[in-house]
């Protein structure tokens, strides 16, 4: 919790307390209005988070009443209000648990796959590194290298291996083993490869279709530092592939992490964690209460 709150400082710098000193500093007219309008945009916030929160606070401006406070938690619930309205995570029965890791290039997915590794073994679970990314240079050697860091076993083939192969070796393997969990690297794409998205479909279809039983998962890593600019990126995915969850990394560098609340409302996939840093500790589950918290203050009690 902690470790999320100081995540999001910089998000904080930019929207709490400018949106502070303006609900503070004179009456709600409609330049005041007007200014929270543009700081929630250069927030990404979204067009649609940010006309609901200016109409509520419109609205409540008319009706004469309120102080800067009482505002601010206006913006807090109808922040949280949008985010409630996204799907919950989706927990799939089978074992193992089989997670496909999709993004495009640098946003930081191989090292979000360490980190996930170490988080899950230090909470008792038992984990399988499947190296699917099997032609870019030097892909398997810096996916062991975090294998190494988490302590957890690594499935990789020779460079050019069919993907959706390496991926069901490992997940037999860890059904042999006995292993909870098998985290799938893939290999970093634009999303306008169409061949390159074919093969994301064929791992997905090969481990739906030839094995039973497993609890099979699609999260798509997202570097926050983009902003909405991630959006088409991310749509593409979710278009072409069962995405289950969201992952965004880097959020401790950016002033964008109001992002979290376009993406998860117009991709309809909950945001399952944060990156938070460059160790391999530095990965949370993401609450979107304390986030609503960190970044405009306490929402009222639910």
């Known amino acids: 919790?902690?470790?999320?709150?100081?995540?999001?400082?910089?998000?904080?710098?930019?929207?709490?307390?400018?949106?502070?000193?303006?609900?503070?500093?004179?009456?709600?007219?409609?330049?005041?209005?007007?200014?929270?309008?543009?700081?929630?945009?250069?927030?990404?916030?979204?067009?649609?988070?940010?006309?609901?929160?200016?109409?509520?606070?419109?609205?409540?401006?008319?009706?004469?009443?309120?102080?800067?406070?009482?505002?601010?938690?206006?913006?807090?619930?109808?922040?949280?209000?949008?985010?409630?309205?996204?799907?919950?995570?989706?927990?799939?029965?089978?074992?193992?648990?089989?997670?496909?890791?999709?993004?495009?290039?640098?946003?930081?997915?191989?090292?979000?796959?360490?980190?996930?590794?170490?988080?899950?073994?230090?909470?008792?679970?038992?984990?399988?590194?499947?190296?699917?990314?099997?032609?870019?240079?030097?892909?398997?050697?810096?996916?062991?290298?975090?294998?190494?860091?988490?302590g957890v076993p690594i499935i990789r083939q020779r460079a050019g291996a069919d993907p959706a192969a390496v991926a069901f070796d490992a997940v037999h393997s860890a059904r042999s083993k006995g292993i909870d969990t098998v985290i799938v690297d893939t290999a970093g794409r634009l999303h306008t490869k169409t061949n390159l998205m074919e093969e994301l479909k064929k791992i997905f279809r090969v481990l739906s279709t030839r094995i039973e039983g497993i609890a099979l998962e699609a999260w798509l890593v997202i570097d926050a530092n983009l902003g909405q600019n991630s959006l088409r990126q991310a749509e593409a995915f979710v278009d072409a592939l069962p995405i289950t969850g969201l992952v965004l990394t880097k959020m401790d560098s950016t002033a964008k992490g109001g992002a979290v609340i376009p993406i998860q409302q117009q991709l309809r996939v909950p945001v399952l964690y944060v990156g938070l840093g460059e160790g391999i500790d530095d990965i949370e589950p993401f609450d979107h209460r304390i986030f609503v918290s960190a970044i405009v203050g306490e929402p009222q009690a639910p």
């Not at 400018?18 to 929630?40: F, Q």
């Open 1 to 150: 919790m902690k470790r999320l709150v100081q995540g999001l400082r910089k998000t904080k710098e930019r929207l709490l307390n400018p949106l502070r000193a303006m609900l503070a500093s004179r009456d709600l007219d409609d330049t005041v209005i007007d200014d929270i309008e543009g700081l929630l945009f250069s927030a990404d916030l979204g067009v649609d988070a940010t006309e609901r929160i200016i109409g509520r606070l419109r609205a409540r401006a008319g009706e004469g009443a309120g102080n800067g406070e009482e505002y601010l938690r206006l913006v807090a619930d109808e922040i949280l209000a949008v985010i409630d309205d996204v799907p919950v995570p989706y927990h799939p029965e089978g074992h193992p648990r089989v997670i496909v890791v999709v993004g495009v290039n640098g946003v930081g997915k191989t090292s979000t796959i360490g980190k996930l590794a170490h988080r899950f073994r230090m909470e008792g679970g038992s984990v399988l590194l499947a190296a699917c990314d099997t032609f870019r240079a030097a892909a398997n050697e810096q996916l062991e290298l975090w294998a190494q860091r988490a």
